[in-house]
DNA sequence: TATGAATGAGACTTCATTCAT
DNA sequence: AATGAATGAAGTCTCATTCAT
């Protein structure tokens, strides 16, 4: 019984502490960290200014507390799946690859605010703060990618190259439409773009090249 | 004479002035925006705050006034430059490449103090700052790439592909590296790489992809 | 039966009134009265902060009511019974006087937690509790000592002086070296001595002066 | 010419300071260190509040800056002219310290805001900034005073008896009075009088003690 | 009766901006 | 034109007190 209470309370200090951060991070997304109030905030989450600090120790704890909010993104399952099948066609492969770009389109657009957090805190974050940030960024995928493109070179079915690079360009392929089309306010100089053409686009040009007739220049 | 003095006087003015806002843009991309006192800002600038209002209306204009001291960027000669002779082999556009890109790499690395600003105070801005910002940005040559995209294509160099998904990519794929390598004060999450390294590997990637036996599944 | 529970009641009201009230005492010794917070003298206590509030009705009549947990402090048992036998001898006199300031100096170090809340909340009181807290300091005795003068320089015992501020004097010689032993947190500033010592030697100072012959210069 | 400027400039940067530290002073002494705003502060210094923070860096500055008003307080003059001329009779000892007491009086009843000061933030104080205060203290002057009954010891004039006992429980005696008369706020509780009258009494007491016939009991 | 989460007034402090010199 | 002291609005945070449970 007294159990059963203690457990209710912890859940509303729990539910009240994650009402105070969503409210944090929309505000902060918004106004950025240092122009948001802990005003706003407080009117954000419906509570005074007051209850703010009787779960959170600082502004600044709530912008390190934010991270908590996210659970570490993933790419892993499908990943993995597709490591499993080494494919024999390029058509075969392209289909998966669009699989994979769809699900971080989808992780990134999630967290587009959590992004804008990142951004406008930048400067102030000690470096420990932004691993903690980057660790729940899809930024962070790089590395998961990175050991897929090792499977895939090893396969035979990728050149050999340089893993690193790659992976890493290949989630700035995704993350600069992420930047044009849901960060930057002004959507007016970027023209916005359906994801799904996207999709298609980056993994021919990722799979394909540019080039008209690849059987030349081929590197050595 | 009299006019003699005026311009005397007018370059004085024009001098200070740029003297203020280049310790501005200084202190913005170090602290951000918001953080950065004019205190601090007259101190770099070696005058007193006062100063800063004789040629700035507020802080505000400060951030505003800023893109006036860059040039607005471009790639345009390397790229019109290369338009002007149709390559017929991968290996020749592949050298023009890295041109353009190592040219690309600079820019972004003159300009990454302007890229701190422009993230720091992200939320901050009007549409309108906003626009005068991504001009000065090297995000901004995404369209003189399309251009130059639509050329190679027409040109049967390349293949028939959206240009405007095409151009930001390639774009993306520079940035990324600039924002793990310069933005990002933490080096210890992403591995920092050479850019002479990195470009050559983009180029391929660009060219030719990544599949090791481009010829089957082509696209149609 | 119903009244034995009544007086139960209000038994373990008084209980928990005082431990609330030591607790009080305890952290405005130790902080100050304006340093010390509802939410530490709740912890000290045992207590929950709401609970203070069921037996006080703020944190002023905490100040208030700590007075009531002093005894009004009283040398009168060994003064009045000196009094009660005329001395003859110094020797003797010496003997009896190191009893009261032995049993002034017990009852000063007893009350060293009050006297630094008194002093702490000084500028904070009304005249009406000031003197409700003095009336429970040793500063109080002053009074009682006066009479016992007046009876030792009526028996002929002591010389003919002012009464009043004779006995202010002898209390002063006490209380500094409280003062500067306990009150005060640094006692680098001030050696500490021990109370027999100093019993000692301010009763000599206070019967026989600290002139080598006292026969010249005697007053008239 | 400048140097003028310079140092007059100076000269009201040590004006306004002085004037923001007595107006603190005057406010710590009436309030209590913790009671006292800033905002009252400013106002009896006839400033804005933002302009305290021009000269302190906080409101705990301002405590510890305020010895710094205070030279440090000295009888020594008056003493080591005493020293100089070893009395012979005890009216020319009474005389000499009369003018002592009167010199104490007088400094302690100056530096009375001071005291109230110190003994308002004692729980806040760290020992530093204690020891700080305390040598601006009269209470300090117990160890020159130490010194005199050496010498007068010495010379043969007093008894030899323990100075750090007997000089601080000289100004114990001082003190007393000046607690009871100007400290404590309410008057009522003790019976305010001259301090011609005391002088005189003390001097009595420490010269010649209370006994009617100090030839008995005198100490072997 | 006891609790402790919620409150909000008010404290300290910062900093962009003004203006007399 | 340059200065920098003064300003005061506004921000973050504390804490005595209340009240629903």
Do not use: C
């Not at 990175?146 to 340089?162: C, K, S, T």
Request: net charge negative.
């Amino acid at each position: 019984m007294a159990g059963n209470k203690e457990s209710k309370k912890e859940e509303l200090v729990q539910k009240r502490s994650v009402q105070i951060l969503e409210a944090a991070a929309r505000v902060f997304a918004q106004k950025g960290y240092h122009a948001a109030t802990t005003k706003e905030i407080a009117a954000q989450a419906g509570v005074s200014e007051g209850t703010i600090y009787n779960y959170f120790q600082s502004k600044e704890d709530l912008l390190l507390s934010i991270p908590r909010l996210i659970s570490e993104t993933t790419l892993l399952p499908p990943l993995t799946q597709i490591q499993a099948t080494p494919t024999t066609s390029g058509e075969e492969e392209e289909k998966l690859l669009i699989i994979v770009l769809d699900k971080a389109f989808q992780t990134f657009q999630h967290n587009v605010d959590f992004l804008k957090v990142l951004f406008s805190a930048l400067p102030t974050m000690d470096e420990e703060t932004l691993e903690e940030y980057l660790r729940r960024t899809p930024l962070h995928l790089t590395q998961v990618l990175e050991e897929f493109l090792r499977i895939r070179i090893a396969q035979g079915v990728y050149r050999p190259m340089d893993t690193t690079v790659l992976a890493r360009a290949f989630m700035g392929m995704i993350m600069i439409f992420m930047l044009t089309q849901e960060v930057l306010p002004g959507k007016r100089v970027f023209a916005s773009v359906d994801y799904k053409a996207i999709g298609r686009e980056i993994v021919q040009l990722f799979l394909h090249g540019v080039l008209a007739h690849p059987g030349q220049g081929e590197v050595a």
